[in-house]
C-alpha cells in the first residue's frame, strides 16, 4: 500500500507511471526475503489509470504493479514480470527494463 | 478466423491460382509505415499468403495495418520460410519506399555502434575490469544494441570506468550517456544503443544478466587474451 509518493508536489495526489514512492507490504508470500508490514520503495511500472505520452499516445494497462527498490535505486529482484513500458527508460530506471522480459514500443502498431 | 478479413468474413481459403502477386516490400523492423493502394491488390496479397500456411493466422482488427501484420509472429519462422518461398516464385516489387538505401544505413550504424562498444571495453579493460562481456542483443531488444557487462571490484574504480567511458563517448563518439551518476552496487551508463551495467561482483551473481540474455551472441574482444 502506498504511504506517500517521493518527489512529488504539495498538491498531486497521486502516483504515476515512473514515480518512486514509499509503500508498505500488506500481503507477502511465506519463505520470502521481504515480510508483512515492511517498509520499502517501489517504481510504478504498470497503472490501470492510463499514462499519457507527451506526444499524445495513451497507454492504459490491466493491472497495477511496481518494482521494488532499494534506496540507491537497484531493484530488490532478480527479475521482473510483465511489460514494461519504454519511459522508464528516459526516467533512469534502465535496470528495470533491461530485466524486463517484454518492453512496449509504443511507437508502432498504429 | 481468417487474419484480417478485409472482404468480410466470407474469406475461405482460395486455392493458389495463378493470381499476381503485388507484394508490399518485407517490413522492415518495427513501426514499419505502409502504403496502401486500394483493396484489390490486398486481397491478392491476402490470397497467396493465407493458403499454404497451415496454421490459421488470428484475426487482428485494424485493417489498415493487414499487409504487414498478416504473418501472425506467433508461428514463427515456419510462415516465414513460407512467404519467402511465395515471394521469391511469384514477387515483383511494385513500389520501394527506398528500402535498400535504409539497409544500408542501417549497416553503418551497427558499425559505428560496435565500435564504441569495442572502445569502451577496452577502456574497461585499461582500467583493469574483470569479466568484459559484450552482446549483440539487437535481435532479442528493440530499445538498445549492444550491452556491456563488466565488474569492478570497488567504488573508485567504478567511478574511474565510467568517467573514462563517458570521456571516450563524448570526445570519440559524441555521446553524452545518461545513467547513474555515483557508484552504485549496479552501476549503469547508457549511451543510447550501447548499455554499458558495471557490477560488484556479489550482484554480478545475484542478477545473473548473463542467463536472461543466454540467447544473445558474445562479441569476441580482441585484448581479452592480451590480458591473461
Known amino acids: ?110 | 478466423m481468417r487474419g484480417a478479413a478485409l472482404q468480410g468474413p466470407g474469406l475461405a481459403r482460395a486455392p493458389p491460382a495463378a493470381v499476381p502477386l503485388h507484394p508490399r516490400p518485407r517490413r522492415a523492423g518495427f513501426g514499419g509505415h505502409h502504403h496502401h493502394r486500394g483493396a484489390p491488390l490486398r486481397s491478392d496479397l491476402l490470397l497467396l499468403l493465407q493458403q499454404p500456411t497451415a496454421v490459421p493466422l488470428r484475426a487482428r482488427s485494424p485493417p489498415s495495418s493487414s499487409a504487414s501484420s498478416n504473418v501472425n509472429p506467433d508461428t514463427g519462422e515456419g510462415a516465414d520460410e513460407l512467404l519467402d518461398d511465395l515471394l521469391q516464385e511469384h514477387g515483383e516489387v511494385v513500389y520501394s519506399a527506398g528500402g535498400a538505401g535504409s539497409l544500408a544505413s542501417e549497416a553503418d550504424e551497427d558499425a559505428e555502434c560496435l565500435s564504441l562498444a569495442v572502445s569502451l571495453a577496452k577502456v574497461a579493460s585499461e582500467v583493469k575490469a574483470a569479466d568484459i562481456r559484450v552482446l549483440f542483443v539487437k535481435p532479442i531488444v528493440y530499445w538498445t544494441e549492444f550491452f556491456i557487462i563488466l565488474t569492478a571490484f570497488s567504488n573508485a574504480q567504478i567511478e574511474a570506468i565510467s568517467s573514462k567511458m563517458r570521456d571516450i563517448g563524448e570526445q570519440q563518439f559524441s555521446r553524452v550517456a545518461s545513467g547513474d551518476t555515483k557508484p552504485n552496487s549496479w552501476t549503469l551508463l547508457d549511451f543510447g544503443d550501447v548499455v554499458v551495467h558495471i557490477f560488484l561482483p556479489p550482484q554480478r551473481e545475484f542478477y545473473n544478466l548473463e542467463e536472461f540474455y543466454g540467447n544473445a551472441t558474445t562479441i569476441e574482444l580482441p585484448f581479452e587474451t592480451q590480458l591473461q
Open chain 1, 1 to 110: 500500500m502506498c504511504i506517500r509518493v517521493i518527489g512529488a508536489a504539495g498538491n498531486q495526489r497521486y502516483a504515476r507511471i515512473g514515480d518512486v514512492i514509499v509503500a508498505v507490504i500488506k500481503d507477502a508470500l511465506p519463505q520470502m526475503p521481504l515480510e508483512r508490514s515492511e517498509v520499502i520503495r517501489a517504481v510504478i511500472v504498470r497503472t490501470c489509470k492510463e499514462f499519457k505520452c507527451e506526444d499524445g499516445i495513451i497507454i492504459r494497462y490491466d493491472d497495477n504493479a511496481a518494482v521494488i527498490i532499494d534506496q540507491k535505486g537497484n531493484p530488490k529482484g532478480t527479475r521482473v514480470f510483465g511489460a514494461i513500458a519504454e519511459e522508464l527508460r528516459e526516467l533512469n530506471f534502465t535496470k528495470i527494463v533491461s530485466l524486463a522480459p517484454e518492453t512496449l514500443f509504443i511507437f508502432s502498431f498504429i
